[in-house]
């Protein structure tokens, strides 16, 4: 079993900075990549950023403007998103994938982007 816990979320001007935490405990040694995705109202959930050890992964709309990380000793991956834009609002949430393909959510946090 694998725990996820995000946090950072907010209300931000457009242009602005936010960074995004999740925190990861249980069974951390089965996790193959971890990542982010986000849900907007009415719209399906779709992958922002995703990292392993081989690789880093990012959606076309946040390319140059989101940056994922991961902190091994502290068992937590970041999101760092710079030069938001309306259409980043959305629900994000941290997904954990093991190696035996099992996928694991946060809760979620809101992300809103408005001035």
């Known amino acids: 079993q694998v725990q996820l816990v995000e946090s950072g979320g907010g209300l931000v001007q457009p242009g602005g900075s936010l960074r995004l935490s999740c925190a990861t405990s249980?069974?951390?040694?089965?996790?193959?990549?971890l990542g982010w995705y986000r849900q907007a109202p009415e719209k399906q959930r779709d992958m922002v950023a995703t990292i392993s050890d081989r690789r880093t992964i990012y959606a076309d709309s946040v390319k140059g403007r989101f940056t994922i990380s991961r902190d091994n000793g502290q068992n937590t991956v970041y999101l760092q998103m710079n030069s938001l834009k309306p259409e980043d609002t959305a629900v994000y949430y941290c997904?954990?994938?093991?190696?035996?393909?099992?996928?694991?959510w946060g809760q979620g946090t809101q992300v809103t982007v408005s001035s």
């Open positions: 997904n954990a994938l093991t190696a035996n393909m099992r996928n694991y």
């Open positions: 249980g069974t951390i040694s089965s996790i193959y990549r």
